[in-house]
């Protein structure tokens, strides 16, 4: 892939949005990516700071949450999750398939979400699925997910070096099959 993940993920989100926001701990490491930095604005530990920290930094009124190790992300398929949140009366559009929910790969009502989120910070919750009965979700359904995305690619993750390995391999023989392969 020849370049950063972070700065891959971070090309292909410049594409939905200008208001671009990378969450970490470590913004000395990323200035590279010359995009707004934020720390995580609570000291507990888990993944819903995060999105707390995001939906509290953001200004707009929609959060499009990605995760920093997922390079395919489609978003074609995030326009289409914005829309629904845009024409439809619900707080989170997020895509569910057989493993389960994608919340990192999901658009988020900024207001609604930002406080539902807080509660369940003070209620002990930590992880970016537990509080979702808190709000209004429009589950994407897998039949749906993949029109868009036919081999589920968007929520590929890589957690080791074989992972991104096989990523890479991937990403070369799309490349070399070209636009219709």
Not at 9 to 15: H, K, L, M, P, S
Not at 67 to 73: A, H, L, R
Not at 110 to 131: F, P
Request: hydrophobic share 40%.
């Amino acid at each position: 892939m020849g370049e950063a993940l972070i700065q891959r993920i971070v090309f292909r989100g410049q594409a939905l949005t200008d208001n671009f926001l990378v969450i970490t701990n470590h913004p000395e490491t990323y200035e590279f990516l010359q995009v707004p930095l934020a720390r995580d604005l609570l000291s507990i530990k888990g993944p819903l700071v995060g999105l707390y920290t995001a939906l509290s930094a953001s200004r707009t009124e929609y959060l499009i949450l990605v995760g920093c190790d997922m390079p395919f992300i489609n978003t074609t398929m995030l326009a289409y999750q914005l829309s629904i949140l845009e024409h439809e009366p619900f707080d989170i559009a997020i895509p569910k398939h057989a493993d389960g929910f994608e919340p990192l790969h999901s658009v988020y009502r900024r207001d609604i979400c930002l406080d539902q989120v807080e509660t369940a910070l003070e209620e002990g919750e930590r992880s970016l699925i537990g509080w979702l009965k808190k709000v209004r979700v429009w589950e994407i359904p897998e039949s749906s997910l993949r029109s868009f995305e036919p081999d589920l690619k968007a929520f590929t993750n890589l957690n080791t070096p074989q992972d991104f390995q096989i990523a890479e391999k991937y990403e070369q023989s799309r490349l070399m099959a070209g636009p219709n392969g």
